[in-house]
């Protein structure tokens, strides 16, 4: 006879969100025996993990802005549904400190940090401010005021190349590269132009380029008695145009010196600020001085969090569940350890070939990989639609191996087994990537995609 599971806190979830996030926390909820109710738009009526979900509820018309970044829909869905909490998954909500407050004032547990850290580490500027502060190394620059008020105070002072930033920006948007002097002016209209109609905050801030950088995000988890452990690295330095495509686990960058200095920055930043719940602390790693800068804090979950899970043997969904619901982390530092290697593939519905443009459609035949040592997160099932009205990804495919070698040796045989019809794919480009001897040695920087791809496809 198995033994009773102990109760949390927490009796009935509401998962704000969709796709295969909304799937991944539908299921943990299950595995700790809390109820799930999905909130989806009519797009996504009849989705997977509204299949799979104790009940749901319909929050509006296609449009995110009129259903998943509705605050009163969905609080209205949580209260009518009995919801004592709200999953935010990532992206929509999930770094919104307002969207907590809404939640607290109306008695619901939000899963995640609380709102006024995530004023402090979720705006980009604030957190290059409070890491400073806290002796965590940062890259060099500043706000585009004061002293930086002009482009020829910019130039002389941060150098070149350097990158224009929107202090509440995310996901490429607000984001330039500048090489010369001349093209600086252009950078700083664009960036605040794209800034204001995105996040509706034009403050801009500007930092140096590092050429040779890799891109290493640490995963911590604090708890609300003051414990804060990590979870050891990703190596997301695979990217296009700040677009991540791939991730891996553990950095092929870091010394084991290296691997202490940037963890141990990471957690003193969350131990300092108290932070609660996942989070992700994102450094650039200088490959030629082996220095770490930070550049940002995700106050949320992370696509990538299956990686981490493969590489610790922890459910980081489920922590997140009982963190909230006011447990104890349910390890210590010298429980979590690394066992072999991890890499992980997004498969977007995207035309890597054509700019690596979305498409939409129906999926005519879909057989995603099996067998061992392979995960697919997805929320698609063979004829279902692709939505044209948000983020066009499809599956994460997560391999794992004794090595990095053996990894990328599966991964080439798990990628080949990967059928889909109906709509473009990113699998095209990950196994040209597989073959490419920068890749396969890990001899990579930020922008490498976006200068080998481009030699791919150019006619």
Same mark, same amino acid.
């Given at each position: 006879m198995t033994a009773p599971r102990a109760k949390l806190a927490i009796r009935r979830v509401l998962v704000a969100n969709r796709g295969e996030v909304?799937?991944?926390?539908?299921? &943990?909820?299950?595995?700790?025996?809390?109820?799930?109710?999905?909130?989806?738009?009519?797009?996504?009526?009849?989705?997977?993990?509204?299949?799979?979900?104790?009940?749901?509820?319909?929050?509006?018309?296609?449009? &995110?802005?009129?259903?998943?970044?509705?605050?009163?829909?969905?609080?209205?869905?949580?209260?009518?549904?009995?919801?004592?909490?709200?999953?935010?998954?990532?992206?929509?909500?999930?770094?919104?400190?307002?969207?907590?407050?809404?939640?607290?004032?109306?008695?619901?547990?939000?899963?995640?940090?609380?709102?006024?850290?995530?004023?402090?580490?979720?705006?980009?500027?604030?957190?290059?401010?409070?890491?400073?502060?806290?002796?965590?190394?940062?890259?060099?620059?500043?706000?585009?005021?004061?002293?930086?008020?002009?482009?020829?105070?910019?130039?002389?002072?941060?150098?070149?190349?350097?990158?224009?930033?929107?202090?509440?920006?995310?996901?490429?948007?607000?984001?330039?590269?500048?090489?010369?002097?001349?093209?600086?002016?252009?950078?700083?209209?664009?960036?605040?132009?794209?800034?204001?109609?995105?996040?509706?905050?034009?403050?801009?801030?500007?930092?140096?380029?590092?050429?040779?950088?890799?891109?290493?995000?640490?995963?911590?988890?604090?708890?609300?008695?003051?414990?804060?452990?990590?979870?050891?690295?990703?190596?997301?330095?695979?990217?296009?145009?700040?677009?991540?495509?791939?991730?891996?686990?553990?950095?092929?960058?870091?010394?084991?010196?290296?691997?202490?200095?940037?963890?141990?920055?990471?957690?003193?930043?969350?131990?300092?600020?108290?932070?609660e719940g996942a989070g992700t602390v994102e450094f650039l790693f200088d490959q030629s001085t082996g220095e770490h800068f930070f550049i940002e804090m995700n106050t949320r979950l992370q696509v990538e969090h299956p990686v981490t899970e493969l590489l610790t043997g922890l459910d980081l969904v489920r922590m997140q569940l009982q963190v909230a619901a006011g447990e104890r982390l349910p390890v210590l530092q010298e429980d979590v350890t690394m066992r072999g290697h991890v890499v992980e593939f997004r498969i977007n519905a995207e035309d890597a070939r054509k700019g690596f443009l979305p498409s939409a459609g129906t999926i005519g035949r879909w057989r995603p990989p099996t067998g061992p040592w392979v995960r697919v997160d997805t929320h698609m099932e063979q004829g279902q639609d692709v939505s044209p009205f948000y983020d066009s990804l499809l599956a994460k495919v997560i391999v794992w191996g004794a090595t990095r070698g053996q990894v990328l040796e599966r991964s080439r045989r798990v990628l080949d087994e990967f059928v889909v019809e109906g709509v473009p794919t990113t699998l095209p480009f990950h196994l040209w990537l597989l073959e490419q001897p920068d890749f396969v040695t890990s001899q990579l920087y930020t922008t490498w995609v976006d200068t080998n791809w481009a030699r791919t496809v150019e006619p």
């Open positions: 909304a799937v991944r926390v539908v299921r &943990a909820c299950r595995d700790l025996g809390v109820e799930s109710v999905v909130a989806f738009s009519e797009p996504d009526r009849g989705s997977l993990a509204t299949q799979l979900a104790d009940d749901a509820i319909c929050i509006g018309p296609a449009s &995110a802005k009129d259903s998943y970044l509705n605050t009163t829909a969905l609080l209205s869905a949580a209260l009518a549904k009995g919801c004592d909490a709200v999953h935010p998954g990532y992206g929509f909500l999930a770094e919104s400190p307002e969207f907590v407050d809404k939640c607290e004032s109306n008695g619901l547990i939000f899963i995640g940090p609380r709102a006024e850290t995530m004023r402090a580490l979720g705006d980009k500027l604030s957190a290059r401010r409070t890491a400073a502060a806290l002796g965590v190394p940062i890259v060099p620059g500043g706000t585009v005021d004061g002293e930086l008020a002009t482009p020829a105070a910019i130039v002389e002072q941060v150098g070149l190349p350097l990158l224009v930033k929107a202090s509440a920006g995310g996901g490429g948007r607000g984001l330039r590269r500048v090489d010369t002097p001349e093209q600086l002016p252009a950078a700083l209209a664009q960036c605040a132009a794209e800034a204001r109609a995105a996040f509706d905050d034009d403050t801009l801030y500007v930092e140096r380029y590092l050429t040779n950088a890799r891109h290493v995000e640490v995963q911590v988890f604090g708890d609300q008695h003051g414990n804060v452990i990590h979870l050891f690295e990703r190596d997301c330095t695979t990217q296009r145009r700040y677009q991540k495509l791939l991730e891996e686990a553990p950095s092929p960058a870091l010394s084991d010196e290296a691997r202490v200095a940037v963890t141990d920055s990471a957690c003193l930043l969350a131990r300092e600020t108290g932070y």
